[in-house]
């Protein structure tokens, strides 16, 4: 059974980079086109997907177009784990993020706890 | 972007009565493979969704068979059969034709 376990602060400053981490337990990072996905929720989004990134023959990633100049979502497979980085974020960054997998047939089959991240000064 | 709308089809809901939900995507969900990739997921208060269906129709792991799925193109509903108390909360359609994902506004299941 996949198990996604999420890390990060849950405050961040305007303007500064928001990084959350995806443990992953069950499963391999690296097992060929998976996919390991971030995805948020807030009152006025409601739940949007922000990326992902697969393995096939070479890591690949894919973005929203709304935050695709502010992302990247990468895999550390020493630790087995995915992570979310979003730049120059504003107090409209703040949300419920959630890391969740796909095991290939793309619909997301597993998902982390949430971490409520909020950006105030 | 995909954009899906729901609406509760049926309301109010009594437990042990039936209940649907509708989704309208705003074009067709068939990918060129052939496949609909359309899903429907439920959310608890404080929980992280849990996926229901997929691929229109097919039930998830460990999901009842009271929760059903049907529709084509860009008409899809969840059907369940006999509601339960454990069943209150928010439903989810979502799409994954597109390799950008995107969910429907959420159905909130009140009983």
């Known amino acids: 059974q996949v198990q996604l376990q999420q890390s990060g602060p849950g405050l961040v400053k305007p303007s500064q980079t928001l990084s959350l981490t995806c443990a992953i337990s069950?499963?391999?990072?690296?097992?060929?086109?998976?996919?390991w996905n971030w995805i948020r929720q807030s009152p006025s989004r409601g739940l949007e997907w922000l990326g992902r990134?697969?393995?096939?023959?070479?890591?690949?990633?894919e973005y929203a177009v709304s935050v695709k100049s502010r992302i990247t979502v990468d895999a550390d497979t020493s630790k087995n784990q995915f992570s979310l980085h979003l730049n120059s974020v504003t107090p409209d960054d703040t949300a419920l993020y959630y890391c969740a997998r796909d095991g290939g047939d793309w619909h997301p089959d597993s998902w982390g706890q949430g971490i409520l991240v909020t950006v105030s000064s | 972007d995909i954009v899906l709308t729901q609406t509760l089809l049926s309301s109010p809901v009594t437990l042990g009565q039936p209940a649907s939900i509708s989704c309208r995507s705003s074009q067709s969900l068939v990918h060129r493979d052939g496949n609909t990739y359309l899903s429907w997921l439920h959310q608890r208060p404080g929980q992280p969704p849990r996926l229901l269906i997929y691929?229109?129709?097919n039930r998830f792991s460990g999901v009842p068979d009271r929760f059903s799925g049907s529709g084509a193109g860009t008409d899809f509903t969840l059907k369940i059969s006999r509601v339960e108390a454990e069943d209150v909360g928010v439903y989810y359609c979502?799409?994954?034709?597109?390799?950008?994902?995107?969910f429907g506004q959420g159905t909130r299941l009140e009983i």
């Open positions: 979502m799409q994954s034709t597109q390799s950008t994902w995107t």
């Open positions: 990134t697969y393995y096939t023959s070479k890591w690949c990633n």
């Open positions: 069950g499963d391999s990072v690296s097992r060929k086109y998976a996919g």
């Open positions: 691929g229109i129709s």
